[in-house]
């Protein structure tokens, strides 16, 4: 931890006092999922199962996108968009192997925990290949050397 004049200072702190960022829903990558075609996260159960999630940092508005489908051609998928393990998105589901991607709006606080919850229906497991937030703000840069 760094010192100013004697006082401390931290990431958007000083001397404990924290100011939270405020972010706005847009289309800049908060937060990228690891996930691919190649690695996904997935469930075969018939109840809603928490599979990812990130903890934000900021306040404000974040877009949450997610990609969902199912292993197979009857395969009925179900997604939805929770914090804190509370329902806050609206139910999508998608019927078949086809991904649909879907996107919505949601009030985030600093330390809440975003997250995707999902189950499948009829057979097969229901997939979610790509979970991201994004901002109108950017938050950092990328550099490659």
Do not use: W
């Not at 800049?28 to 690695?39: E, I, K, Q, R």
């Not at 804190?84 to 139910?91: A, R, W």
């Amino acid at each position: 931890m760094g010192v100013l004049d004697n006082h401390s200072i931290s990431n958007f702190a000083i001397d404990g006092v924290s100011s939270s960022i405020i972010v706005n829903s847009g289309d800049n990558v908060l937060m990228g999922s690891p996930l691919s075609y190649t690695h996904t996260v997935s469930t075969s159960s018939s109840t809603f199962v928490k599979k990812c999630g990130v903890t934000v940092k900021m306040s404000g508005t974040c877009k949450v996108s997610f990609n969902l489908y199912g292993s197979l051609s009857d395969t009925i998928s179900y997604g939805q968009i929770y914090v804190n393990g509370s329902p806050v998105g609206t139910l999508r589901s998608v019927t078949g192997t086809s991904g649909v991607t879907f996107t919505e709006d949601i009030s985030i606080k600093s330390g809440d925990e975003i997250q995707l919850y999902m189950k499948a229906a009829v057979e097969g497991s229901a997939i979610c290949s790509y979970f991201v937030l994004k901002t109108n703000e950017i938050i950092a840069d990328f550099k490659e050397y």
